[in-house]
């Protein structure tokens, strides 16, 4: 079964996100204390979703679910600036553990007045970390499932069948 977790600071969506495409429905949510996970069926293939708590006090405890990640999804809020500053500190945490696929996953697309990071500069993160990027909205599904078709394209061939 492969594994995809998802990890970023605290508030950028990381749960909305698995809601949308887990049971798509949004709602505000309460930080998560620790990790949750989610088992769901795709294609005749098993995956196993990890939300991880982007609390700076969880973050020791959440590293032990970077190392066994098939795929991880690393999200960042587009509204807010300090959240995509965190993006090399995530990145590094996870290389020093894991060398497998990561997407870049810019959330809150939909609020397009408030937006803080540009377009142009998630592309270069996107390369200099040499990652693929996908734009997302929880709120309104926008990239949901593309980003997920993406996760589940670079899961290993290894996964079994149901």
């Excluded at 798509?24 to 098993?46: K, L």
């Excluded at 500053?85 to 939909?110: H, M, T, Y």
């Excluded at 990071?117 to 990027?133: F, G, H, M, R």
């Amino acid at each position: 079964m492969s594994k995809i977790v998802i990890v970023g600071t605290s508030g950028v969506g990381k749960t909305s996100i698995i809601e949308k495409f887990v049971h798509d429905n949004f709602a505000s949510t309460t930080s998560t204390i620790g990790v949750a996970f989610y088992n769901y069926t795709r294609n005749q293939r098993r995956f196993q979703l990890w939300d991880t708590a982007g609390q700076e006090q969880y973050r020791a405890f959440v590293q032990f679910y970077y190392r066994q990640a098939t795929v991880v999804l690393l999200v960042f809020d587009v509204t807010d600036q300090k959240t995509f500053s965190d993006l090399d500190f995530w990145f590094d945490e996870i290389r020093k553990l894991n060398q497998c696929p990561v997407i870049l996953v810019a959330n809150k697309g939909d609020l397009l007045g408030s937006r803080a990071v540009t377009q142009e500069d998630a592309w270069k993160k996107a390369l200099q970390l040499e990652t693929e990027l996908v734009n997302t909205s929880a709120a309104n599904g926008f990239g949901i499932n593309e980003l997920f078709e993406k996760a589940q394209g670079l899961c290993k061939a290894d996964v079994k069948e149901v």
